[in-house]
């Protein structure tokens, strides 16, 4: 955006500077209006686009099916059409939804794959053209609904029919193909970090505190890195009822992000809600909230090509409909339409003004209590009042009754409780270390249109509160360390059931031939399977049962027990000791044996987050053996038996997700012998194997943290918690400017109460530009306390 657009912006931005209810008509000074214009530089504005997704489905029998994210999709879709925006909207209204968004129904398509794909070539053509004829293009991206990740530990966002929209989808398909200047991507769904999950590297074991880093590293590193121009907004509620509120029919992040993007987020009044803005003014809404089970976890990453790229610019807010909030109108508010649905809400720090966009339309605005947030007071802003809006002049009346109930009074007692200010906005950035707006502090011009020549003309310049010498009267922001009640702040791993088979092998490639006499014998000398179309070197099967850990599919255990069995067996023949007289009665001449194990054991696998980990373990338990020796003239001898064992191991185990895998291990067993007697030798199934084989995974229900260094460090854990102490300025006296008298017969305003009035030479001004301007005091400067009114 070049400097003369920025300009621009500031420029109809003027609107907002009204400082108090003083201010006798919205965009209307006291006193004579100077002739001094300024012809605005026309620029084109952006091309907006946006593709708006709401899916109340889910593919998943233990998620609910969502109530109200078509409600979300629409009112995103709303305002964006209010921006002039191409919008595609995706969504199936349900009946209530139908006779709130009447107007949408027709223009909305089913959210399936094959209608996404459609909408998608739509917006491309659009996007095209309009970068061909020069312009700048900004897409959105919305998406409200369930968000999981599959077996193979792919992250996707549920569509209808049982379609979806893949991670792959949406960076290789939509971003890899947008010609956006810049696309802004805005997910709302229960588990929406899944969506960003990539095979073996995310690590969804933190908390709060450090939820947004996490996944702004993990954007960078892996998907966003190679789409600087595109900034992702990401917010996570694992409790389904604290993600919807039927009080806002809406999602809660939606509602809060609406809110800031009306304008409840600027922190500067330039017009434009950067990235920064946005996610100090969600973290403020959301900061009251003391369950930690119904506070919302949202990530925020800004484009990396340009940080301070907005994600929506109000041009000509001069032209628009928006209620002002002068510096001395703290408090908190809501506003609904007549249709019922809410608009926005905010918490206004005092000091400096704010605003909100208005719809066309009645709207009702509500006052709220701060301390339960229940209302005490109400107005109706009518159709038919347009323009700049100021708060300061509508009369409240007694609020009709306030329904309640237990989640209404957790969710409405602590949403928007902290109030947003430069003081919450500044500890905000500076903890998320995200690049502040280049100027923060409120400084507009308050402009009007010569009814002659339709230019753009300054009547009045107003400043914010100059910074205090004592920096006790200004607002202060706390960091405060608190700890993190471990019962709520975090989703305990599950427990996963392992199950794996795998092939035995005997690497030593023995013979099978034992010259006698030999007195001991060990498994390692003995091939395994005889020649009836098995390898030798094929002893047996290894079968294990697992228990382990895993919050996710992706998050890897570090230790896993296991129960292992199998079987196993071997065959050898003998030579006798004397070649020439050969076999002596009863000698033996064969060996065959067979073995079942029942050993338990456990491994230690790292690192934890590689897909790829070496691990060792150990193993006890018993042998159940049977030999059967054939002698030389004589009957066989049969032996069975149990006899314990120790086994050491180690491998490479292959994780494709915690689901399937693949493992290779070498295993040294020492096993106790069965004693034959003198005649025959001893036997022990003592050996090294090899062993291959695939792992298989279940999650089957809550578990605790696989080890208790692990859950010490999980209690210990501490959130940052950014904690806004609001102490009000003394008044400050600014100086408003007003150039020379009014015409005769002007009617005397009732002027503001004043601390004192510099008296000056009136000077000689043009002809007025309102058709009854209002007569100023005989002086060219006046002093208003801008705290009057409050």
Same mark, same amino acid.
């Given at each position: 955006?070049?400097?003369?657009?920025?300009?621009?912006?500031?420029?109809?931005?003027?609107?907002?500077?009204?400082?108090?209810?003083?201010?006798?008509?919205?965009?209307?000074?006291?006193?004579?209006?100077?002739?001094?214009?300024?012809?605005?530089?026309?620029?084109?504005?952006?091309?907006?686009?946006?593709?708006?997704?709401?899916?109340?489905?889910?593919?998943?029998?233990?998620?609910?099916?969502?109530?109200?994210?078509?409600?979300?999709?629409?009112?995103?879709?709303?305002?964006?059409?209010?921006?002039?925006?191409?919008?595609?909207?995706?969504?199936?209204? *349900?009946?209530?939804?139908?006779?709130?968004?009447?107007?949408?129904?027709?223009?909305?398509?089913?959210?399936?794959?094959?209608?996404?794909?459609?909408?998608?070539?739509?917006?491309?053509?659009?996007?095209?053209?309009?970068?061909?004829?020069?312009?700048?293009?900004?897409?959105?991206?919305?998406?409200?609904?369930?968000?999981?990740?599959?077996?193979?530990?792919?992250?996707?966002?549920?569509?209808?029919?049982?379609? !979806?929209?893949?991670?792959?989808?949406?960076?290789?398909?939509?971003?890899?193909?947008?010609?956006?200047?810049?696309?802004?991507?805005?997910?709302?769904?229960?588990?929406?970090?899944?969506?960003?999950?990539?095979?073996?590297?995310?690590?969804?074991?933190?908390?709060?505190?450090?939820?947004? *880093?996490?996944?702004?590293?993990?954007?960078?590193?892996?998907?966003?890195?190679?789409?600087?121009?595109?900034?992702?907004?990401?917010?996570?509620?694992?409790?389904?009822?604290?993600?919807?509120?039927?009080?806002?029919?809406?999602?809660?992040?939606?509602?809060?992000?609406?809110?800031?993007?009306?304008?409840?987020?600027?922190?500067?009044?330039?017009?434009?809600?950067?990235?920064?803005?946005?996610?100090?003014?969600?973290?403020?809404?959301?900061?009251?909230?003391?369950?930690?089970?119904?506070?919302?976890?949202?990530?925020?990453?800004?484009?990396?090509?340009?940080?301070?790229?907005?994600?929506?610019?109000?041009?000509?807010?001069?032209?628009?409909?928006?209620?002002?909030?002068?510096?001395?109108?703290?408090?908190?508010?809501?506003?609904?339409?007549?249709?019922?649905?809410?608009?926005?809400?905010?918490?206004?720090?005092?000091?400096?003004?704010?605003?909100?966009?208005?719809?066309?339309?009645?709207?009702?605005?509500?006052?709220?209590?701060?301390?339960?947030?229940?209302?005490?007071?109400?107005?109706?802003?009518?159709? %038919?009042?347009?323009?700049?809006?100021?708060?300061?002049?509508?009369?409240?009346?007694?609020?009709?009754?306030?329904?309640?109930?237990?989640?209404?009074?957790?969710?409405?007692?602590?949403?928007?409780?902290?109030?947003?200010?430069?003081?919450?906005?500044?500890?905000?950035?500076?903890?998320?270390?995200?690049?502040?707006?280049?100027?923060?502090?409120?400084?507009?011009?308050?402009?009007?249109?010569?009814?002659?020549?339709?230019?753009?003309?300054?009547?009045?310049?107003?400043?914010?509160?100059?910074?205090?010498?004592?920096?006790?009267?200004?607002?202060?922001?706390?960091?405060?360390?608190?700890?993190?009640?471990?019962?709520?702040?975090?989703?305990?791993?599950? !427990?996963?059931?392992?199950?794996?088979?795998?092939?035995?092998? %005997?690497?030593?490639?023995?013979?099978?031939?034992?010259?006698?006499?030999?007195?001991?014998?060990?498994?390692?000398?003995?091939?395994?399977?005889?020649?009836?179309?098995?390898?030798?070197?094929?002893?047996?099967?290894?079968?294990?049962?697992?228990?382990?850990?895993?919050?996710?599919?992706?998050?890897?255990?570090?230790?896993?027990?296991?129960?292992?069995?199998?079987?196993?067996?071997?065959?050898?023949?003998?030579?006798?000791?004397? *070649?020439?007289?050969?076999?002596?009665?009863?000698?033996?001449?064969?060996?065959?044996?067979?073995?079942?194990?029942?050993?338990?054991?456990?491994?230690?696998?790292?690192?934890?987050?590689?897909?790829?980990?070496?691990?060792?373990?150990?193993?006890?338990?018993?042998?159940?053996?049977?030999?059967?020796?054939?002698?030389?003239?004589?009957?066989?001898?049969?032996?069975?038996?149990?006899?314990?064992?120790?086994?050491?191991?180690?491998?490479?185990?292959?994780?494709?997700?915690?689901?399937?895998?693949?493992?290779?291990?070498?295993?040294?067993?020492?096993?106790?012998?069965?004693?034959?007697?003198?005649?025959?030798?001893?036997?022990?199934?003592?050996?090294?194997?090899?062993?291959?084989?695939?792992?298989?995974?279940?999650?089957?229900?809550?578990?605790?943290?696989?080890?208790?260094?692990?859950?010490?460090?999980?209690?210990?854990?501490?959130?940052?918690?950014?904690?806004?102490?609001?102490?009000?300025?003394?008044?400050?006296?600014?100086?408003?400017?007003?150039?020379?008298?009014?015409?005769?017969?002007?009617?005397?305003?009732?002027?503001?109460?004043?601390?004192?009035?510099?008296?000056?030479?009136?000077?000689?001004?043009?002809?007025?530009?309102?058709?009854?301007?209002?007569?100023?005091?005989?002086?060219?400067?006046?002093?208003?306390?801008?705290?009057?009114?409050?």
């Amino acid at each position: 955006m070049n400097a003369v657009t920025h300009a621009l912006l500031l420029m109809v931005a003027g609107a907002l500077a009204l400082l108090g209810p003083q201010a006798a008509h919205a965009g209307r000074p006291e006193g004579p209006l100077p002739l001094a214009a300024v012809a605005p530089t026309v620029v084109a504005e952006p091309a907006r686009f946006a593709l708006v997704i709401g899916s109340n489905e889910t593919t998943s029998k233990e998620q609910k099916p969502l109530r109200f994210a078509d409600d979300d999709a629409a009112r995103i879709a709303e305002l964006w059409r209010e921006l002039g925006a191409e919008v595609e909207l995706l969504t199936v209204f *349900d009946q209530a939804s139908q006779a709130r968004f009447s107007g949408l129904v027709k223009s909305s398509q089913q959210p399936t794959k094959s209608k996404l794909d459609a909408a998608w070539a739509r917006l491309l053509t659009k996007m095209d053209a309009a970068a061909a004829a020069g312009r700048e293009v900004e897409l959105l991206i919305y998406y409200a609904g369930h968000g999981d990740v599959g077996p193979d530990g792919q992250g996707f966002l549920t569509l209808a029919n049982g379609d !979806t929209l893949t991670r792959h989808d949406l960076f290789s398909k939509l971003l890899g193909a947008s010609p956006a200047d810049h696309n802004h991507v805005i997910v709302d769904a229960c588990r929406s970090e899944q969506f960003v999950l990539s095979r073996g590297e995310w690590q969804p074991d933190h908390g709060p505190a450090d939820y947004g *880093d996490s996944i702004r590293e993990y954007l960078d590193g892996n998907h966003l890195g190679a789409h600087p121009n595109t900034g992702v907004v990401l917010a996570h509620s694992a409790d389904q009822q604290t993600h919807e509120w039927e009080r806002w029919e809406g999602g809660i992040f939606t509602h809060q992000l609406l809110s800031g993007l009306r304008g409840g987020a600027d922190i500067n009044g330039d017009g434009r809600i950067e990235y920064s803005e946005l996610g100090a003014f969600v973290s403020a809404a959301n900061s009251g909230v003391g369950d930690t089970r119904a506070r919302l976890e949202v990530a925020v990453r800004p484009p990396r090509g340009d940080e301070r790229a907005p994600l929506l610019v109000h041009e000509r807010i001069t032209d628009q409909r928006v209620l002002l909030f002068a510096g001395g109108d703290s408090g908190r508010y809501s506003l609904e339409d007549a249709r019922g649905v809410r608009l926005a809400d905010l918490n206004h720090a005092s000091g400096q003004p704010a605003y909100l966009r208005l719809p066309s339309g009645a709207v009702f605005l509500y006052r709220h209590a701060r301390a339960d947030g229940s209302r005490d007071g109400e107005v109706k802003i009518a159709a %038919n009042e347009t323009g700049v809006v100021a708060l300061g002049r509508l009369e409240f009346h007694e609020p009709q009754s306030d329904a309640r109930g237990p989640l209404d009074d957790a969710l409405r007692t602590g949403l928007f409780k902290v109030a947003y200010g430069p003081g919450y906005y500044a500890g905000y950035t500076d903890q998320e270390q995200l690049l502040a707006v280049a100027d923060p502090d409120w400084e507009v011009h308050v402009w009007q249109r010569d009814p002659q020549t339709g230019e753009l003309v300054e009547v009045a310049r107003v400043t914010g509160e100059d910074p205090a010498d004592d920096a006790s009267k200004t607002e202060t922001v706390i960091i405060e360390e608190v700890e993190v009640d471990p019962e709520w702040s975090w989703d305990w791993d599950r !427990t996963w059931l392992s199950f794996a088979v795998g092939a035995e092998f %005997n690497v030593l490639a023995p013979t099978g031939r034992i010259q006698l006499p030999d007195a001991r014998i060990k498994a390692n000398e003995l091939p395994g399977f005889d020649d009836k179309g098995f390898p030798s070197a094929l002893r047996g099967v290894d079968v294990r049962v697992g228990a382990f850990s895993g919050r996710t599919p992706t998050r890897y255990p570090v230790v896993e027990g296991f129960f292992r069995t199998g079987y196993t067996e071997g065959h050898a023949s003998f030579i006798p000791s004397d *070649d020439v007289d050969g076999f002596d009665r009863g000698d033996a001449m064969q060996l065959d044996y067979l073995t079942v194990p029942l050993f338990f054991g456990g491994n230690i696998y790292f690192p934890r987050k590689w897909p790829v980990r070496p691990y060792g373990g150990l193993g006890a338990g018993f042998d159940v053996m049977r030999l059967r020796y054939a002698r030389h003239d004589a009957d066989d001898y049969v032996a069975a038996g149990l006899r314990i064992g120790f086994e050491l191991h180690g491998g490479i185990d292959v994780r494709i997700t915690n689901y399937f895998g693949l493992f290779g291990e070498v295993r040294q067993l020492w096993s106790a012998r069965i004693k034959t007697g003198a005649a025959l030798p001893d036997f022990g199934n003592t050996g090294f194997s090899v062993i291959s084989g695939l792992k298989f995974g279940i999650p089957v229900g809550p578990g605790a943290a696989a080890t208790q260094r692990e859950a010490e460090r999980r209690r210990d854990h501490k959130l940052r918690v950014v904690k806004h102490v609001e102490t009000k300025p003394a008044p400050k006296v600014h100086t408003i400017v007003v150039p020379g008298p009014a015409p005769a017969g002007a009617p005397a305003p009732v002027a503001p109460p004043a601390p004192a009035v510099e008296v000056t030479a009136p000077a000689p001004t043009p002809a007025p530009i309102e058709p009854q301007p209002v007569a100023p005091p005989p002086s060219g400067a006046i002093e208003v306390d801008p705290s009057a009114g409050q």
